[in-house]
């Protein structure tokens, strides 16, 4: 059974910073790409940030370019995002997504095969 459990989210103030982690179970974790997306209240689900297999390519939504990291532990089948920054239109439900690793970096919902759950993150201004 695929598990992709997210945890980090909370609430914090704008101009602060978070890290969620996302830890992996029941796939071969470092044959997938990985990625996080996010879905604010009544907005549809966004691409956030995406890592390769390897860690050695990246990609980052224009919105969070410079403030958000995506790094990913292979031997801990783990993937995290840090947040600094923050902003109050960074709130939202956060989610971490895998996919068989392919060619380039994913940044579409549909190239991902597996789904968290999601973790709340809420920043006030």
């Known amino acids: 059974q695929v598990q992709l459990v997210e945890s980090g989210g909370g609430l914090v103030q704008a101009g602060g910073s978070l890290r969620l982690s996302c830890v992996t179970s029941?796939?071969?974790?470092?044959?997938?790409?990985a990625g996080w997306f996010r879905q604010a209240p009544g907005k549809e689900r966004e691409f956030v940030a995406a890592?390769?297999?390897?860690?050695?390519?990246?990609s980052y939504a224009d919105s969070v370019k410079g403030r958000f990291t995506i790094s990913r532990d292979n031997a801990k089948n783990a993937v995290d995002l840090r947040m600094n920054s923050l902003k109050p239109e960074d709130t939202g439900v956060y989610y971490c997504?895998?996919?068989?690793?392919?060619?380039?970096?994913?940044?579409?919902?549909?190239?991902?095969?597996?789904w968290g759950q999601g973790t709340q993150v809420t920043v006030s201004s």
């Open positions: 997504a895998a996919e068989v690793a392919g060619w380039g970096i994913k940044r579409l919902q549909v190239q991902y095969d597996y």
């Open positions: 029941g796939i071969t974790f470092s044959a997938y790409g």
């Open positions: 890592i390769s297999w390897s860690g050695g390519s990246t």
